[in-house]
């Protein structure tokens, strides 16, 4: 985490003039997160991860181009400064909203599925395309994530790809990318054997491929103690491959990295108030309960996700495993909770009501993820600059905004 976000002063500050529960985001942490990926040919950030447009153009002036999967998140994109040719629309299937868009901005397309070619050439035309090939594996930090595999719904089986071949020169599509992404939270297991997976498919598109894609998936190492991920060796063996496909295709391809998580999770912290504490008496059964919810970060609840929690105001008290709960009508609604829900305390000292907690490294996936679950409004988030000044990047949302379209159908 960034020096910046570990300001006590600065974090009391921002929480009193905006409230909580509170993201904020330093975006020097965010530019610099972009620095180990210089070793490939390009760098495109999957927009999902955190869309917050302030992010958004950090990234965009670090030289990053963008990957989007919706009609919204292209508006996005375009807001935060994108130019068409700086996106890809990544996808399984072409909803009617976003093939407005790919075709009036003339998109390129990442196909994740056979079924999309004719959607495209109906859209585009003869143009070129990207291919997400499913190599037949996948890995993940949890199911949820595994995005390779027979049970994915994610990619173009490999065995299909010579099918796919012939529709695509049917079309008049040619196919200048391949694009593969087996999981999020990879660990480095399946380097060598993805890419030799991707050995075939550039063989059978080597007239037209120009670029591979190896995607993202990086983890990120949320548990104190925890391995960083090893960018240098995933780069080094991705290059080989890339050697190797350059020098038998006789020209030079290019290699570009699509991560969304390691770009800007440790950018982010999530502040909430303590509102209060209580016990049932039994071991590990003593809650401090607070403002923030999975309605505001639910990776804990979909994944029995880790993230660490600290009492802002620090000090040497002395700490005991704790429960963090939040204030929705579901038993589910506990940040300290692994696979399954299992129960999975924190070490924090006794809290007084109207203290502050900081949920550490939520800039992917956070407020991306956040809903309106209960009928609460999305929370506010601040980013500070380079410069170290602050902006409210996002206001909350006006309760107000929740019931208006309902009461303007209402009349
Ligand atoms: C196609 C694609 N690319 C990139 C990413 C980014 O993954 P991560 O945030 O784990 O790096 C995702 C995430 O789901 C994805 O689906």
């Known amino acids: 985490m960034d020096r910046r976000l570990q300001r006590q002063g600065l974090l009391t500050e921002l929480a009193a003039a905006h409230g909580t529960p509170l993201y904020v985001y ?11 990926f210089e070793c490939f040919d390009s760098v495109r950030y999957a927009v999902k991860a955190n869309s917050n447009l302030a992010v958004l153009r950090t990234l965009r002036d670090g030289g990053a181009r963008c990957e989007v999967v ?36 003339g998109l390129h397309v990442n196909a994740g599925s056979a079924s999309m070619l004719e959607d495209i050439a109906e859209l ?39 099918a796919v071949r012939r529709r695509a020169e049917a079309l008049g599509l040619r196919v200048t990318g391949l694009h593969v992404h087996i999981g999020s939270g990879l660990e480095g297991r399946f380097i060598e054997r993805t890419v030799e997976a991707m050995d075939p498919a550039v063989a059978l598109f080597g007239e037209t491929l120009l670029r591979v894609s190896c995607g993202g998936g990086m983890s990120f190492p949320y ?12 780069a080094a063996i991705w290059s080989v491959g890339r050697e190797r496909w350059s020098r038998s295709l006789g020209r030079p391809i290019q290699l570009e990295a699509e991560p969304g998580r ?21 071991e590990g059964s003593s809650f401090v309960l607070v403002d923030a919810g999975f309605h505001t970060m639910i990776r804990p609840l979909l994944y029995g996700s880790f993230h660490r929690i600290s009492a802002l105001a620090g000090g040497d008290r002395p700490t005991t495993p704790k429960m963090v709960a939040g204030p929705l009508c579901e038993s589910a609604d506990v940040f300290t909770q692994g696979k399954g829900g299992a129960p999975e305390p924190q070490e924090l000292p006794d809290l007084e009501r ?58």
């Open 26 to 36: 330093d975006l020097a942490a965010v530019r610099r997160n972009l620095e180990p």
């Open 70 to 105: 919706s009609a919204g998140e292209i508006e996005r994109a375009r807001a935060a400064g994108f130019e068409p040719d700086e996106m890809v629309y990544t996808a399984d299937l072409m909803d009617r909203s976003a093939r407005e868009l790919v075709a009036e901005l």
């Open 124 to 162: 585009r035309g003869a143009v070129d395309v990207t291919l997400r090939v499913n190599p037949g594996f996948g890995e993940g930090h949890d199911m949820k994530v595994t995005t390779g595999g027979p049970h994915s719904k994610h990619g173009i089986w490999h065995e299909e790809l010579p």
């Open 223 to 234: 548990r104190p103690g925890a391995t960083p991920f090893d960018m240098q060796r995933f």
């Open 262 to 282: 390691l770009l800007v999770a440790d950018a982010g912290v999530l502040l909430t108030e303590v509102c209060g504490v209580k016990s049932t008496g039994r």
């Open 354 to 411: 109207g203290e502050l907690l900081v949920i550490h490294d939520v800039g992917a996936y956070g407020a991306a993820m956040a809903s309106c679950y209960n009928s609460r409004p999305l929370p506010a988030e601040v980013v500070i600059h380079p410069d170290g000044s602050t902006l409210l990047a996002r206001p909350a949302m006006d309760p107000n905004q929740l019931l208006a379209l309902e009461q303007e159908a209402l009349g």
